[in-house]
């Protein structure tokens, strides 16, 4: 490969790490093309990009990048495939359900909002964090549980108060 396409390459490579929120770096290595074929078809379904690089040049766009990434150099060894994603836990959902028949995908590290995880143990804790757009629907249904109750209560009351004031004027007569 030529200078000019690796200039190319690490550009490119340092511009998705700089715009991504989320990315996971991991070990795809021994898995055959049939089970490879699987998972890129997995990660197309879930909006989920998936680029198998060379470590000497990520590192190099991690050095490019606006971004401090120095905590992912160790992990940069072996094969390293890339999961560039817009939701937090999707990729380590992916890798949970491909683990339970294969061996890989393995978790080297995550970049989850702003935030390094390193290593394959972190693979519970990312699968169970929230995203963004989950965290905002716990919060508005804890927001709207106590209008809901509020409302329901005045309804029971005004059809309470209907009630005695209906018996009151049927007493009367």
Known sequence: MRREEKDIIINDLA??????????LTD????????????????FEQDISLLVVKNTLLRKAMEKSSSDFKDLYDVLKDSTSIMFCETGNLPAKLIREFR???????????????????????????????????LIGDVLMLLQSPARNLVSALASSA????????TLSEKEN
């Open 15 to 24: 511009q998705k790490l700089d715009e991504a929120k989320h990315f996971y």
């Open 28 to 43: 795809i290595s021994n898995l055959n093309a049939d089970q490879t074929s699987r998972l890129r078809r997995r990660c």
């Open 100 to 134: 339970k028949t294969l061996e890989r995908p393995l978790l080297k590290a995550a970049f989850v909002e702003e935030s390094i995880y390193i290593g394959d143990e972190q693979l519970e804790l990312l699968s169970n964090l929230k995203s963004k757009e989950e």
């Open 159 to 166: 059809s309470k108060l209907a009630g005695a004031l209906k």
